[in-house]
């Protein structure tokens, strides 16, 4: 096999608002909570079954900016990216999460007239330059 990859594609609810961090050279990162839910029948009983899987999501610059001013907790999005493992160390323990980098984003929710009346699509280019525009 000559290459590898690494995507993902979720369509969700935010768990939270976006939190949105800037930093001094204009750059910025938000994060947010995204759950996606499995319905199925439990073969023994009978009954129907919802799991919640959750994931953190990561946006970055431009996409963050709008996901800040555009979403709320509760929105349903579609995200497109790829998983990132991130570590630190707390107190001496050392302490690993999973990420979703978002590089594509659609939002899903309908907004009241005065936001906007189409979805909304955010794509991060490869190259940095963020095309938002609704069509």
Known sequence: MAGTLNKVMLIGHLGENVKT???EGGGCV???????????????????TTTTEWHNIVVRNK???ICEKHLTKGDKVYCEGKIKTREWELEGVKKTTLEIHVQEMTFL???SETKNQNS????????GIIDDLPF
């Open 30 to 48: 938000g994060r947010f909570s995204l759950a996606t839910n499995e319905t199925y029948t439990n073969k023994t009983t009978g009954e129907k």
């Open 63 to 65: 996409l963050a900016e």
């Open 120 to 127: 909304n699509i955010a794509k991060q280019q490869p190259n």
């Open 109 to 111: 929710s309908q907004k």
């Open 21 to 23: 961090h800037y930093f």
